[in-house]
Structures are given as C-alpha cells and as structure tokens.
C-alpha cells in the first residue's frame, strides 16, 4: 500500500469495469462514443501527465474478464494514444466477486482517489467502504437512493477529510430538453 502524501500524487481506484470505465461490455467492444472508455483514459493520460501515481486499480466483479479488457485498451488507448493502459485488477483470477471492492479499497492509502461508476443499487456500499477508509470520492449519479444515505456519505467524507463528487454531467447539458441550471445553484454540502 503506497503513502499518499501531499507531496505525491494520488493512487487511483477505478470500481466498475463496464462500458463508461473501460468501453468493454459484456458481449464485447462497445460501438458507442464510449468505445475506448471514458474514465480509463482520462485516468491513464492524468497518470502520463503526472497527476496520479502509476498506480491505477481497476475493481469489477468478473475477474475472467481482465485478459479481454487489456487488450481492448491496449487497442483502443495505448496504440491510438501512446498512452499505458497498465493497471492492477480486482478480483484476482479468473473468479466471480462481487465483493472485490473491499479488497481493492483495503489496498488503497488515506488520501488517494476512488471513481465509482457501478450500478445504482451498489454506490452507498462501495462509498461508504471508501471514504471511511479516507479515499476522496467521484460518484456517478444517481448517488445513493435516499437521503439519509447521502447525508450519511458527507457525514463520513467530513470526519475523514475526505472529499465526495457526484458526477451528473447529463444534468448540466444545456442541449439536454427542460435543463435549465445554472452555475449560481450549484453549491457545497
């Protein structure tokens, strides 16, 4: 487990193995705007730039998958874009776990960085596990399914020092019918 100091960039933990994370589904490459994986390759090009660590985990639930979603990257990332698609695994082997989380989250410091994109049902459990162990959170929309889970989440984020994001760029779209949000409503919890 690597120190994440301030000196130093983060670790990355990826939790969601799917289309959105690394543009592999389960029948294969996905044919969408999603093809090469949106998180995946902003994570590899922040590692190039220097503003994660060459650490980069990837948690899903399907370990037999890994072999397929390397190459896919390899492919779609590292030969397109130079850029390493390299990144440690969650399960190990090829077995089902539907709990891998855990053990990625385990392997993470204080202080590195965790972007759940899972589906909805699972954000509260996977959070949760990673700001009580003081990762700084993204979370995909919908958060969580109810109120006292999300206040639940800031209250952890705030007794650790952590920080929670939730991602909801669909809802910020201007082209998007009946979106009507400005800057000025956003605000901290």
């Known amino acids: 487990m690597a120190d994440s100091s301030a000196n130093s960039p983060p670790s990355s933990l990826l939790i969601g193995t799917g289309e959105y994370t690394t543009g592999w589904t389960g029948k294969g490459a996905s044919d969408s705007d999603k093809g090469a994986g949106v998180v995946g390759l902003v994570f590899f ?3 190039s730039r ?42 190990k082997g090829e077995v089902r776990n539907y709990e891998a989380y855990k053990d990625a989250v385990q392997s993470m410091s204080p202080g590195d960085v965790a972007v ?3 589906p909805d049902d699972t954000h509260y459990q996977i959070a949760k596990a990673c700001l009580e162990r003081g990762l700084h959170v993204m ?6 399914k109810t109120l006292k889970e999300h206040i639940d989440l800031v209250d952890i984020a705030a007794k650790k020092w952590g920080s929670l994001t939730i991602g909801s760029a669909q809802a910020i779209r201007s082209n998007l ?5 400005s800057n000025s409503e956003f605000r901290r919890v």
Not at 64 to 83: A, T, W
Not at 139 to 144: M, N
Not at 177 to 181: A, D, E, L, W
């Open 50 to 91: 220097g503003k994660v660590s060459e650490r980069i985990c990837m948690a899903g639930t399907n370990g037999s998958k890994f072999p397929d979603i390397r190459q896919h990257l390899k492919e779609k990332i590292e030969d397109f874009y130079g850029l390493s698609t390299a990144f440690e695994n969650f399960p």
């Open 177 to 181: 019918p009946g979106c009507k949000i």
């Open 139 to 144: 979370l995909t929309k919908p958060a969580v």
């Open 45 to 47: 090009d922040l590692r």
């Open 116 to 118: 759940i994109f899972t």
